[in-house]
């Protein structure tokens, strides 16, 4: 075949098959989370609490303080309104 036909061929069933519903894939990636240094339960979101100005664990009252923000990791446009390095 021609090789400008074959690409024209190809090209005309990529577009038929974005028509046709196939399955989303599903992918993993590695995600960061939290874990109590007392209890050695992961910190989920809204499960702590202050009180007189020390942070807590809700779940076992541990005391905790979180890492140090990587500032790198955050895109420059929410740094400011975050209190960062421009
Ligand atoms: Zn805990």
């Given at each position: 075949m021609n090789p400008l036909i074959q690409r024209l061929t190809e090209s005309d069933a990529l577009r038929t098959d974005k028509n046709t519903p196939l399955p989303i894939l599903v992918e993993q990636r590695p995600v960061d989370y939290y874990v109590c240094p007392?209890?050695?339960?992961e910190i989920f979101e809204k499960h702590t609490f202050v009180e007189e100005g020390v942070e807590r664990h809700?779940?076992?009252?541990g005391a905790i303080k979180w890492p140090p923000?990587?500032?790198?990791?955050?895109d420059p446009q929410w740094r400011k309104l975050l209190g960062g390095p421009a």
């Open positions: 007392h209890c050695k339960q809700a779940e076992c009252k923000t990587d500032w790198s990791k955050i």
